[in-house]
């Protein structure tokens, strides 16, 4: 649950029923997409309190792989992703380490050592990631 502002909650419930915060069961109740909220300047800090596990985002608001980084979801187990998806995202190594996202999954998508070179990784890098 988070605090909304006045505007926040005109947004989301309405002139005749505002309420001073947001509940996941809210979000789900009223059908509204995460890229709704975020228009309505929810923090990604507020909506991963509200709800931290990007599965649901994805089942009930529409997450898609735009709002990775947003939601800092696993590509692959969370939104679908393939290789190619997440090559196209340059995501650095920091992004990857908070995203979950191991050597093991990018081998298990297809990604050979020739491949690697793409990510622009030195050796004590890919040893984060698990290699």
């Known amino acids: 649950m988070v605090r909304l502002t006045a505007r926040q909650s005109t947004l989301i419930f309405g002139w005749?029923?505002?309420r001073p915060t947001l509940a996941w069961g809210d979000v789900v109740?009223?059908?509204l997409s995460l890229d709704t909220l975020i228009s309505y300047r929810l923090s990604a800090l507020d909506?991963?309190?509200?709800q931290p596990d990007p599965a649901q985002w994805v089942q009930?608001?529409?997450?898609?792989?735009k709002h990775?980084?947003?939601?800092?979801?696993?590509?692959f187990l969370h939104l679908g992703a393939d290789l190619?998806?997440?090559?196209g995202m340059n995501?650095?190594?920091?992004?990857?380490?908070r995203m979950g996202i191991t050597h093991a999954q990018l081998r298990g998508q297809g990604m050979t050592e020739r491949m690697e070179g793409f990510f622009k990784f030195d050796e004590t890098e890919w040893q984060l990631l698990g290699k």
């Open 16 to 18: 005749f029923d505002p």
């Open 68 to 75: 990775a980084r947003f939601l800092w979801a696993n590509p």
């Open 84 to 87: 190619a998806d997440v090559m």
């Open 60 to 65: 009930h608001a529409g997450a898609s792989l």
């Open 91 to 97: 995501l650095t190594l920091v992004e990857m380490l």
């Open 47 to 50: 909506l991963s309190t509200v």
């Open 29 to 31: 109740r009223l059908g």
